[in-house]
Protein backbone atom coordinates (compact mmCIF):
# COMPACT_ATOMS: atom_id res chain seq x y z
CA UNK A 1 0.00 0.00 0.00
CA UNK A 2 1.40 3.74 -0.97
CA UNK A 3 1.74 6.19 1.33
CA UNK A 4 3.14 9.77 1.60
CA UNK A 5 4.21 11.23 4.76
CA UNK A 6 4.91 14.70 4.83
CA UNK A 7 7.27 16.40 7.51
CA UNK A 8 8.66 19.92 8.40
CA UNK A 9 5.58 21.77 8.73
CA UNK A 10 5.56 23.52 12.11
CA UNK A 11 5.26 27.40 14.00
CA UNK A 12 7.52 30.00 12.05
CA UNK A 13 7.44 33.90 12.32
CA UNK A 14 6.85 36.18 9.07
CA UNK A 15 9.90 36.16 6.92
CA UNK A 16 11.42 32.97 8.09
CA UNK A 17 11.84 29.76 6.35
CA UNK A 18 10.97 26.18 6.48
CA UNK A 19 11.52 23.20 4.30
CA UNK A 20 8.55 20.45 3.72
CA UNK A 21 9.36 17.15 2.70
CA UNK A 22 7.44 14.59 1.31
CA UNK A 23 8.35 10.96 1.13
CA UNK A 24 6.34 7.72 -1.34
CA UNK A 25 6.91 4.36 0.78
CA UNK A 26 5.06 1.51 -0.69
CA UNK A 27 5.15 0.06 -4.72
CA UNK A 28 4.95 3.23 -6.29
CA UNK A 29 6.14 3.16 -9.41
CA UNK A 30 6.12 5.84 -12.70
CA UNK A 31 5.45 9.03 -11.12
CA UNK A 32 4.66 11.72 -13.10
CA UNK A 33 3.49 15.09 -11.44
CA UNK A 34 4.50 16.04 -7.87
CA UNK A 35 2.77 19.02 -5.96
CA UNK A 36 1.97 20.56 -3.36
CA UNK A 37 -1.41 22.12 -2.22
CA UNK A 38 -2.96 24.17 0.55
CA UNK A 39 -5.73 24.39 2.58
CA UNK A 40 -7.58 26.69 5.01
CA UNK A 41 -11.02 25.81 6.90
CA UNK A 42 -13.87 26.72 4.75
CA UNK A 43 -11.63 27.02 1.30
CA UNK A 44 -10.99 24.69 -1.10
CA UNK A 45 -7.39 22.94 -1.68
CA UNK A 46 -5.63 25.04 -4.04
CA UNK A 47 -2.27 24.61 -6.19
CA UNK A 48 0.42 26.01 -4.60
CA UNK A 49 3.69 24.10 -6.77
CA UNK A 50 4.00 21.33 -9.10
CA UNK A 51 6.95 20.10 -10.50
CA UNK A 52 7.24 17.62 -13.90
CA UNK A 53 9.07 14.19 -13.85
CA UNK A 54 11.81 16.08 -15.91
CA UNK A 55 11.88 18.76 -13.17
CA UNK A 56 10.08 21.73 -14.27
CA UNK A 57 7.96 23.75 -11.78
CA UNK A 58 5.15 25.66 -12.34
CA UNK A 59 4.03 27.96 -8.86
CA UNK A 60 1.03 29.60 -8.12
CA UNK A 61 1.44 33.50 -8.27
CA UNK A 62 0.87 34.27 -4.69
CA UNK A 63 4.56 31.80 -3.86
CA UNK A 64 6.63 32.36 -6.87
CA UNK A 65 9.53 34.03 -5.93
CA UNK A 66 9.56 32.74 -2.24
CA UNK A 67 9.19 29.03 -2.54
CA UNK A 68 11.06 26.34 -4.86
CA UNK A 69 9.53 23.08 -5.39
CA UNK A 70 12.30 20.05 -5.69
CA UNK A 71 12.26 16.51 -6.03
CA UNK A 72 14.41 13.57 -5.78
CA UNK A 73 13.04 10.72 -8.23
CA UNK A 74 15.39 7.82 -6.76
CA UNK A 75 14.13 8.17 -3.18
CA UNK A 76 10.41 9.35 -4.59
CA UNK A 77 10.53 12.28 -2.61
CA UNK A 78 8.99 16.28 -3.30
CA UNK A 79 9.96 18.93 -1.36
CA UNK A 80 8.88 22.41 -0.96
CA UNK A 81 11.21 25.13 0.37
CA UNK A 82 9.08 27.93 1.66
CA UNK A 83 11.06 31.19 2.51
CA UNK A 84 9.79 34.79 3.31
CA UNK A 85 7.13 33.37 4.82
CA UNK A 86 3.66 35.73 5.33
CA UNK A 87 1.00 34.93 7.87
CA UNK A 88 -1.19 34.31 4.81
CA UNK A 89 0.64 31.02 3.83
CA UNK A 90 -0.53 29.44 7.39
CA UNK A 91 -2.71 26.19 6.40
CA UNK A 92 -2.54 22.52 5.89
CA UNK A 93 0.12 21.82 2.83
CA UNK A 94 -0.59 18.22 0.87
CA UNK A 95 1.31 16.53 -1.54
CA UNK A 96 0.38 14.83 -4.28
CA UNK A 97 1.64 12.18 -6.64
CA UNK A 98 0.15 11.44 -9.81
CA UNK A 99 0.51 7.84 -11.51
CA UNK A 100 -2.20 6.27 -13.02
CA UNK A 101 -3.57 7.25 -9.96
CA UNK A 102 -3.47 10.05 -7.27
CA UNK A 103 -2.12 9.80 -4.17
CA UNK A 104 -1.79 12.13 -1.05
CA UNK A 105 -0.71 12.67 1.69
CA UNK A 106 -2.70 13.73 5.16
CA UNK A 107 -1.42 16.83 5.67
CA UNK A 108 1.07 19.01 7.74
CA UNK A 109 0.43 22.15 9.18
CA UNK A 110 2.16 25.32 8.46
CA UNK A 111 1.59 28.35 11.04
CA UNK A 112 3.08 31.58 9.87
CA UNK A 113 3.04 34.28 12.90
CA UNK A 114 3.16 37.99 12.67
Known amino acids: QVQLVESGGGLVQAGGSLRLSCAASGSIFSINAMAWYCQTPGKQRELVAT???????SYADSVKGRFTISRDNAKNTVYLQMDSLKPEDTAVYYCNMRTIVDYWGKGTLVTVSS
Open 51 to 57: ISRGGSP
